[in-house]
């Protein structure tokens, strides 16, 4: 009987450990709902913000999941040590291309926000997006601590 619990836990304690981290779907829903209401938008302003914001989103997550498939093939390779010098110089300006492009969408869609909404509702955004981070880190580094 010991051992039929042991076993019960064994397999339950991992499935546990990743339930208390959030998944993507869960995130964001967390950021819309912290935005929503450190921005307090009007309506007007909702019907102009959304949109920009989830065209954002769209762009930023095809970015990262492009990079994430060249870090992947990155990770396959054992060592740097194992590669010519103009590999590694290939990987690490294929990274800065990354940067550039991630900073070219953020200037794209603050020119885009800017242009449609109060600059102090701007500001907000982008405030929130960093207290957003932080809280999102704070809450879930280590583990879910309260």
């Known amino acids: 009987m010991k051992n039929l619990l042991f076993a019960a836990l064994m397999f339950l304690l991992p499935v546990t450990l990743l339930a208390q981290r ?4 869960e995130i964001e829903s967390l950021k819309i709902a912290y935005f929503t209401q450190k921005l307090d938008l ?4 909702a019907k102009i913000f959304w949109p920009i914001y989830n065209d954002m989103q769209s762009e930023q997550n095809a970015l ?5 498939q060249k870090m992947i093939s990155f990770r396959k390779v054992d060592e740097i040590d194992n590669l010519t010098d103009s590999q590694v110089q290939s990987l690490i300006t294929s990274e800065f291309d990354f940067r ?3 900073l070219n969408l953020e200037k794209k869609y603050y020119a885009k926000l800017k242009s449609s909404l109060p600059i102090k509702v701007v500001g907000k955004f ?5 207290g ?3 809280e999102l880190l704070n809450k879930y580094r280590g583990g879910q601590r309260q």
């Open 132 to 134: 957003f981070k932080r």
């Open 42 to 45: 009007s309506p007007e302003e």
């Open 100 to 102: 550039q492009r991630d």
């Open 22 to 25: 959030p998944k993507g779907e």
């Open 126 to 130: 982008y405030r929130a997006q960093e």
């Open 64 to 68: 990262r999941k492009e990079r994430m």
